[in-house]
């Protein structure tokens, strides 16, 4: 097994897209099989040297940042191992150092799809599931945890479980039960937090009364085990695609088109309408949000963006030769009754032009880096979400507060499940100090509508003080019990989700 210590040869391995400072490692070790994993947690259970997971360093939480002990690196799992053909879809099975791009493209050449799609595609497939990825497909199709049939993971202390969904819960009081190969058993109790009624949750362990134990890890942010091996539910490839970036002289007329697309959306999913040949129901796949300060930046590039559009949305809609003239048209009634500017939008129907609307919404990124790197800033951004019912009141919060602070702002994301990200753009170390001010307002703000702290990033080690607010420090004492009931000596992912100093108050 290769392991490396060399200080340049490991420096990648002290960081990740969070710009987190001051990691610090040992070694990086680079298993290639589960018996590898098995060996060095064992091997690090018993010395009690801490153990940070690594996958491709995308994360913006800091997650795989280590302070101390050895990294373990999933890259060398990379292969795929089977895709398996079924009437409503398939299943594929990969092992965690797979890049999802090219998981997704291995399966959509079978004709399948697999609908998680954070943006950052060269991350790792055990990657998205340690942190129940989501992106702008997640309106329709939900987040990476729906897709997770069955996952292999290697437990602090080298034992292997293979968990299929279905085979073990808990029971409806909390309690868990998880036969070990050894004969040995994990027993504990699940926290008893309520989570937020929200589509996009990724702050702290998933639980609910009866839950699959396979969820716990799903999310788990590589502090309960390490996920070598997935295997996920895939659907059939759409036929067809329509979609089109849509401007708005208003937010009023912005956020009632969104509203009325949502709302029809989950009508038609829940009853599962049976229409006539060549007929469909409006059914977005993915709803996005741009604000008057994101198109400010993208008519950087686009000098074709309307000058009186206060903001856009992104849509996306699956559709099949026969139904997409009818879905055409319902799109543009939804969007003229809702003043559009109809004239002035871009449509696609064909995936040359759909490969253009995509690279308009990463522009907006694009810039917005090249604005930090000229004023040598980090980005102050949110990741919060709320029920549908206190979007608009969470929306306004941002606004009102931006424009009074005379900061430098963009505001754009998922509002198809009231899951925004508000960037602050400080151009000096004061204003960077206003903007995280400003953060902790917002944090108070959602938590205040009975939203999440994060709805996709997760927690890593940058926002457990957030999820301290969220939840209290009772639960986050359950959470760490819940730990070391799979983690006895507390090696894995120290730092993630809790501090550290939850765990040595149970020694």
Request: hydrophobic share 40%; aromatic share 8%; proline share 4%.
């Given at each position: 097994m290769l392991t490396k210590s060399d200080p340049d040869e490991i420096q990648s391995f002290l960081a990740d897209a969070s710009y987190l400072r001051g990691g610090h490692v040992e070694r990086v070790a680079f298993p290639e099989t589960a018996a590898e994993v098995a060996a060095i947690l064992t091997q690090a259970s018993k010395d009690k040297t801490q153990v940070t997971v690594s996958g491709a360093g995308t994360g913006t939480v800091g997650g795989r940042v280590p302070f101390g002990g050895i990294v373990l690196a999933t890259e060398k799992l990379s292969q795929i191992k089977s895709l398996i053909h079924e009437d409503a879809g398939g299943r594929g099975v990969a092992e965690a150092g797979v890049r999802l791009i090219d998981f997704q493209q291995f399966v959509r050449a079978q004709g399948?799809?697999?609908?998680?799609?954070?943006?950052?595609?060269?991350c790792f497939l055990?990657?998205?599931?340690?942190?129940?990825?989501?992106?702008?497909r997640s309106f329709k199709y939900g987040p990476t945890r729906k897709y997770v049939q069955r996952l292999k993971v290697v437990l602090a202390q080298g034992e292997v479980l293979d968990l299929r969904r279905g085979e073990i819960k808990a029971d409806e009081t909390g309690q868990i039960r998880v036969p070990l190969p050894s004969g040995q058993a994990i027993q504990c109790q699940l926290p008893e937090y309520q989570m937020p009624q929200v589509r996009k949750h990724a702050s702290g362990y998933y639980v609910e009364p009866g839950m699959d134990v396979l969820d716990l890890f799903v999310g788990s942010e590589g502090t309960l085990g390490v996920i070598v091996e997935v295997e996920v539910a895939l659907i059939r490839r759409p036929e067809r695609l329509i979609s089109g970036i849509v401007f708005f002289p208003s937010d009023e007329q912005l956020l009632a088109f969104v509203r009325e697309a949502r709302s029809r959306s989950l009508r038609t999913r829940s009853t599962g309408s049976q229409l006539g040949k060549g007929e469909a129901e409006v059914d977005?796949?993915?709803?996005?949000?741009f604000d008057d300060q994101s198109l400010g930046f993208l008519r950087q590039k686009y000098e074709a963006v309307p000058a009186n559009a206060a903001g856009a949305v992104f849509f996306e809609q699956e559709s099949e030769v026969a139904t997409e003239d009818s879905l055409m048209r319902q799109?543009?009634?939804?969007?003229?009754?809702?003043?559009?500017?109809?004239?002035d939008s871009w449509f696609a129907l064909n995936e040359q032009e759909q490969e253009k609307l995509r690279e308009f919404r990463h522009q907006l990124p694009v810039l917005?880096?090249?604005?930090?790197?000229?004023?040598?800033?980090?980005?102050?951004?949110?990741?919060?979400?709320?029920?549908?019912?206190?979007?608009?009141?969470?929306?306004r919060c941002?606004?009102?507060?931006?424009?009074?602070?005379?900061?430098?702002?963009?505001?754009?994301?998922?509002?198809?499940?009231n899951h925004v990200h508000v960037n602050i753009l400080p151009r000096n170390d004061?204003?960077?100090?206003?903007?995280?001010?400003?953060?902790?307002?917002?944090?108070?703000?959602?938590?205040?509508?009975?939203?999440?702290?994060?709805?996709?990033?997760?927690?890593?080690?940058?926002?457990?003080?957030?999820?301290?607010?969220?939840?209290?420090?009772?639960?986050?004492?359950?959470?760490?019990?819940?730990?070391?009931?799979?983690?006895?000596?507390?090696?894995?992912?120290?730092?993630?989700?809790?501090?550290?100093?939850y765990l040595h108050e149970l020694n």
């Amino acid at each position: 097994m290769l392991t490396k210590s060399d200080p340049d040869e490991i420096q990648s391995f002290l960081a990740d897209a969070s710009y987190l400072r001051g990691g610090h490692v040992e070694r990086v070790a680079f298993p290639e099989t589960a018996a590898e994993v098995a060996a060095i947690l064992t091997q690090a259970s018993k010395d009690k040297t801490q153990v940070t997971v690594s996958g491709a360093g995308t994360g913006t939480v800091g997650g795989r940042v280590p302070f101390g002990g050895i990294v373990l690196a999933t890259e060398k799992l990379s292969q795929i191992k089977s895709l398996i053909h079924e009437d409503a879809g398939g299943r594929g099975v990969a092992e965690a150092g797979v890049r999802l791009i090219d998981f997704q493209q291995f399966v959509r050449a079978q004709g399948l799809l697999y609908p998680p799609d954070p943006t950052e595609r060269s991350c790792f497939l055990g990657g998205t599931v340690a942190t129940n990825a989501s992106g702008a497909r997640s309106f329709k199709y939900g987040p990476t945890r729906k897709y997770v049939q069955r996952l292999k993971v290697v437990l602090a202390q080298g034992e292997v479980l293979d968990l299929r969904r279905g085979e073990i819960k808990a029971d409806e009081t909390g309690q868990i039960r998880v036969p070990l190969p050894s004969g040995q058993a994990i027993q504990c109790q699940l926290p008893e937090y309520q989570m937020p009624q929200v589509r996009k949750h990724a702050s702290g362990y998933y639980v609910e009364p009866g839950m699959d134990v396979l969820d716990l890890f799903v999310g788990s942010e590589g502090t309960l085990g390490v996920i070598v091996e997935v295997e996920v539910a895939l659907i059939r490839r759409p036929e067809r695609l329509i979609s089109g970036i849509v401007f708005f002289p208003s937010d009023e007329q912005l956020l009632a088109f969104v509203r009325e697309a949502r709302s029809r959306s989950l009508r038609t999913r829940s009853t599962g309408s049976q229409l006539g040949k060549g007929e469909a129901e409006v059914d977005a796949r993915a709803l996005e949000y741009f604000d008057d300060q994101s198109l400010g930046f993208l008519r950087q590039k686009y000098e074709a963006v309307p000058a009186n559009a206060a903001g856009a949305v992104f849509f996306e809609q699956e559709s099949e030769v026969a139904t997409e003239d009818s879905l055409m048209r319902q799109w543009l009634t939804l969007l003229e009754s809702n003043g559009a500017l109809v004239d002035d939008s871009w449509f696609a129907l064909n995936e040359q032009e759909q490969e253009k609307l995509r690279e308009f919404r990463h522009q907006l990124p694009v810039l917005m880096n090249e604005w930090f790197a000229r004023h040598r800033q980090r980005k102050v951004s949110t990741d919060m979400a709320v029920p549908d019912q206190n979007f608009a009141d969470l929306l306004r919060c941002y606004k009102e507060t931006l424009m009074s602070s005379n900061l430098r702002y963009t505001i754009f994301g998922h509002i198809g499940d009231n899951h925004v990200h508000v960037n602050i753009l400080p151009r000096n170390d004061q204003e960077a100090s206003a903007a995280r001010d400003i953060y902790q307002a917002f944090v108070r703000r959602a938590l205040e509508l009975g939203g999440t702290v994060s709805a996709e990033h997760g927690i890593g080690k940058l926002k457990r003080d957030y999820l301290k607010q969220m939840y209290g420090n009772p639960q986050l004492k359950a959470m760490a019990r819940l730990k070391v009931a799979f983690d006895p000596a507390g090696i894995l992912g120290r730092g993630n989700i809790f501090s550290e100093d939850y765990l040595h108050e149970l020694n």
